[in-house]
């Protein structure tokens, strides 16, 4: 079987009937089917059913991936139970007392799956199911014994009330108002209302309700009967006709007497069209019920599931989904911790952009005399070229650099060493900026003094000029020096 196809098993007692179904919603379609029987067998019980249903799978080489198995009425029970909560998670969590509360027994020993009918300030109206655990237990360890692992276990009446909203109900002209569906197998009957609209959960609910029929009871009368109690109970009022299906055609949709004790038309179910040509020597309504279950295995969660309650599937599928939500989980981790890596370093190399920007601004303004331009450009022209007129004129074009404050130094202590012995010259202190420089001392007299300062003259470092004072015996003299430009 192609990936996209599913496969639909409904089990009872002594039979099985198997639906495989491709596609989704409108684009499914029914692409074969088979029934097998423990009758005239050796061997009887789940595992000899199990053991001939893998057989006709395997005959048609279907594989068994995804299944859903709709459980047959006679082995599981079915209740109105009322909550007190409306939130599903808190009805799951408190309907196995409520259902020991309603039926006045221990719960201990059945599995219970639950359908939300509707909900209001009171609480919920719920459609309760319970299965004895040992016969779920039979059941599933027998399919898995033949390498089938079913996703749920539902009751059949669930599976067909599927069936019915999506392959019969929608082609009426006004689905789900005053319709009841009725089918009747070899022993079992079921009655279906779709839902007119959705509950308070947003959810499409409808009316379901299954009996037992004897061989040898009237099949006309128990509907009827049935059909009157499932109406009642649904409201009165909300039937206008009935669509009815009878795998024994005891029941003629054309007989005046039905319709008139019951006061509706009566209408005739065909499912020939949905099931093509597959329908050779198997039950239409053990169909209509093994394809529901097909139809619910579209959904990744199955709301009426007795294996959430025991014996919970942890099949491929759902290791799967397990290993792909959590590979999902761990790339969006993944690609957040790349992207905040990322980010950090973007923001590490704006905040060393600035701090360069801010030096280089300060540093520009000190060295051109203008504030730096918005362009890189600009800047890199503009420094390359005063570089290049500085290291054209030499040191003298850089009054601060170190190299012409010593040059000037140097020049003036020549001229202090020249007449330092013939003036009896004492130097104080010698002041060397980038504007002027300045000498403070004292000689032996007035003439000395001026013998220094024509020293210092022939030094050409600039104009000289100065102040005398005699104090002491000596010529005191604070001469200054203006650079020549």
Known sequence: MEAHNYLGLYMSRETATVVCVGGHGKESKVTGCFSVSLEGQDESGPHALAALVAQGCAQRQWSCGDVTVALDCALFMQHSIHSEFKESKRIAATVRFDTEDALATDASDVAIAFEKLSSSDTGSDLNVFTAKKDVLSDIISALQGNCIDP?????????????????????????????????????????????????????LASTVRT??????QNRSQVLRREVLMTTATAGSGSMRRLAVLDTKGDVDPGEPELGEKLGVEISSIDISDIAGENLDGVDQVEFALACGAALDSY??????????????????????QNTLKYFSISVTILVFAVGLYFQMQLLQSNKYGRLIHERLATQYLAVIGQKLPTSGEKVNTRLKREIDRLRAQGPAANPNSDTSLSARLSLILDAVNKAARQADLKVESITISSKSMSITGSASNKTNTLKFEQALKATGLGDVSGNYTAKSGRDHFNLSIKPQK
Do not use: W
């Open 151 to 203: 996703v749920a276990i539902e009751p059949d009446v669930h599976c067909l009330s599927g069936f019915v909203t999506e392959k019969l109900a929608k082609g009426e002209e006004s689905p789900g108002e005053g319709t009841v569906f009725a089918m009747l197998s070899r022993q079992n009957g079921y009655l279906v209302i779709p839902p007119a609209g959705e509950n308070s959960d947003g959810e």
């Open 211 to 216: 009996f037992l029929i004897g061989a040898k």
């Open 299 to 320: 959904d990744k969660y199955h709301e009426v599931n007795f294996r959430d309650d025991f014996m919970p599937y942890q099949g491929g599928r759902l290791r799967m």
